[in-house]
């Protein structure tokens, strides 16, 4: 057990020799729990050098160990769920020495990927893929006639969605060669390890009980009462210790629960599981944050842990307020004078500032877990009723419930506001996080507006402006802190579709869409060009649109946002449908997906920093026809 971060690297003797899951598997079991115990250390050390999701992975530890002792991996599949667990995978896997470097530019993935290494069969950022991943694997191989295991490991909270059970709900009716691991860190559905628990599942997952299964039903067969007799009894025997009913309807053949840190045990029943034939789940009984005193204390606090930095004096900007506040708060001041409000979120209650929410006002605060699709019809219902429900949700999981937004939501054209967290790049979680395509997905659905502050303040009013509008709206704003300007808290009723000219200046006008406004000005005011915060993407401010196409030559549209189908091209669509022609230069995401690094270091790659539009600008004006000169008393004009 420790109860603090280690900053020197620990002394790892055996864990040092682990290159490959070969060298795990030329161990002895009895050296296994002096590699856990090292590597748990290891994993407690990189994390404080680099920051990165925590508690999840020193939770599997034991289970990491022993999928990779008992499998043949690389060649047979483990596809891990909520890649926050794969640390200890990762570090076991010929990856140790790259550690140092994980979520950093260049560096290792804080999640699974394919193109980093073999023992990466799947890559994950998303919850809940991993059963119809290692299903589709599991009939891949049975169709190649390919004699391989492929288990799928999901837990933290990722069965609560409704795409693992479509899986499981599958995965029976093909009869499929699978191994799924239910991870169960005692968030969701698990009951306590007890003694007949532990009991029973022993004897269910030996090879005793399971050669007596298989042969018992070829006895039964012949005999179909005796063998519903025999089913009803098996099935109520372990429904009085364990969940096993609602799997078995499913088509699993069960076996626990287990404790997760036993290794002789996971290590035993693995073993003996892997060679019963079709579907079967293994559930695990595992801590979040095991070994490390905070986080088994505190599991949701240590869900994730900020780089370890030297003790600095006071920060200048400690006034700054993250957006996810600005929302929360301003969730609370709306609830406070309006009792129809509803607040809704897919597992992301912390993430999106709603804490307070959810104490003030924990009658109208709804967790959904996991299940974005369901969050999103759930607020359409409150909607029909007359409530106000606000989706919180992140831009990278709104996309999991596009067809209820589109379906749900739009087309009855019903009252929902949805607070889009995490829009745009968000540094070192990468793509699979990143909120680029939110912008381009939002903007084609009928009846949505949708806004886009570039401010803390802008935040607070747009959100009141969206509340308001009586019909779906969204607000989508960053990760990360504001500028520091001040909250006004009574609504200014910033007008839908109206924007505001900032600077006026000559040639070039930077319409800018959102928060990068402040690297806008600093171009402006060194070259003498006009800046508009538009603030809204939908409907656009035409009027603001037409005034700069007509006082200037060139506009430049900047958003935190794909090119393909942002605001820029709205901005383009509209100058098109107006046969206004005007060299337009469009400033966003390119059509790739950025990798992970620092958010200033990602702003930089797509040349959305100060150097980059500054740049972009100078290239397109260079290309632009020269103003014509006329002198007095020349012969050629």
């Known amino acids: 057990m420790f109860d603090e971060i280690p900053l020197q690297r620990p002394q790892t003797p055996l864990l040092d020799t682990i290159n490959s899951s070969a060298d795990l598997r030329a161990l002895s079991e009895k050296q296994l729990p002096q590699l856990a115990a ?76 394919r193109s980093e290494s073999p023992y990466d069969t799947f890559g994950v950022g ?24 492929t288990v799928a490991i999901i837990g933290d909270g990722a069965m609560t969605a409704g795409m693992a059970f479509e899986a499981i709900n599958h995965a029976a009716h093909t009869k499929a060669d699978l191994l799924v691991v239910l991870n169960d860190n005692n968030m969701s559905i698990s009951p306590n390890v007890g003694g007949l628990a532990t009991y029973f599942s022993r004897i269910w997952a030996s090879k005793f009980y399971t050669s007596l299964r298989e042969s018992g039903k070829k006895v039964l067969e012949s005999l179909p009462q ?80 900020n780089k370890i930095e030297p003790k600095k004096r006071a920060s200048v900007s400690a006034n700054k307020i993250r957006y996810q506040d600005v929302f929360g ?3 609370c ?68 419930a596009y067809d209820q937004l589109v379906h749900d939501v739009a087309l009855q054209n019903l009252d929902v506001t949805f607070a889009i967290d995490r829009a745009g790049l968000v540094g070192e979680d990468g793509p699979t996080h990143s909120g680029c395509f939110d912008i381009s997905f939002l903007r084609c659905i009928p009846n949505m507006i949708l806004a886009a502050p570039s401010d803390e ?59 990068l406004l402040p690297e806008v000005q600093a171009v402006a005011e060194k070259y003498g060009y006009s800046v508009y915060d538009m603030r809204w993407i939908k409907p656009l401010d035409t009027q603001l649109i037409l005034q700069a196409a007509s006082q200037h ?51 930089r790659e797509v040349g959305l920093d100060r150097n980059g539009i500054e740049q972009a600008i100078a290239a397109r004006l260079a290309k632009l026809p020269q103003p014509t000169i006329l002198r007095v008393g020349a012969v050629n004009l």
């Open 329 to 331: 708060n301003w969730l």
């Open 38 to 113: 090292e590597l748990r250390q290891f994993l407690l050390y990189t994390v404080g050098q680099t920051g990165g999701h925590f508690g999840a992975g020193l939770g599997v530890v034991e289970l990491t160990i022993a999928l990779h002792y008992v499998l043949n991996t690389p060649e047979d599949r483990l596809v891990w769920d909520v890649g926050h667990q794969t640390y200890p995978h990762k570090i076991l896997t010929g990856r140790r020495e790259q550690m140092a470097t994980i979520r950093q530019a260049d560096g290792l993935s804080g999640f699974p990927k």
């Open 226 to 305: 005796a063998r519903e007799l025999a089913r009803k009894a098996e099935e109520h025997m372990k429904g009085l210790v364990s969940p096993s009913t609602l799997f078995e309807e499913l088509g699993f053949y069960y076996v626990g629960p287990i404790d997760g840190h036993d290794l002789p045990r996971l290590t035993h029943d693995l073993r003996n599981l892997s060679n019963v034939p079709g579907a079967k789940l293994l559930h695990v009984i595992t801590q979040k944050g095991k070994g490390f005193i905070p986080a088994e204390r505190d599991p949701v606090g240590y869900h994730a842990l």
């Open 553 to 603: 030559d060139m506009i430049v549209t900047v958003e935190e946002g794909s090119i393909a189908g942002g605001a820029g091209a709205a901005v383009a669509e509209f100058l098109a449908a107006q046969a206004t022609v005007k060299p337009i230069l469009i400033l966003g995401i390119p059509d790739k997906f950025i990798e992970h690094a620092s958010r200033s270091q990602q702003l």
């Open 126 to 149: 998303h919850s809940s893929t991993s059963i119809s991943a290692a299903l589709g694997m599991a009939l891949a191989n049975r169709d190649l006639d390919a004699h391989r295991k």
């Open 457 to 515: 303040n802008e935040c607070h009013q747009l959100l009141s402006t969206a509340y308001h509008y009586e019909g779906p709206a969204a607000v989508r704003y960053p990760r990360g802190t504001g500028t520091g300007v001040p909250i006004i808290a009574e609504w200014q009723r910033f007008p839908i579709g109206q924007g505001r000219q900032i600077l006026r200046g000559k040639r070039v006008a930077l319409l800018n869409f959102g928060v």
């Open 333 to 400: 001041y709306i609830a406070n004078r309006d009792s129809k409000l509803i607040g809704i979120t897919p597992a992301m209650c912390e993430g999106s500032g709603m804490v307070e929410f959810s104490r003030q006002f924990c009658d109208r605060f709804y967790d959904v877990a996991i299940a974005e699709q369901h969050a999103v019809t759930l607020a359409a219902g409150f909607a029909c009723e007359g409530l106000k429900p606000v989706v919180a949700i992140y831009s990278t999981f709104l996309q999991r």
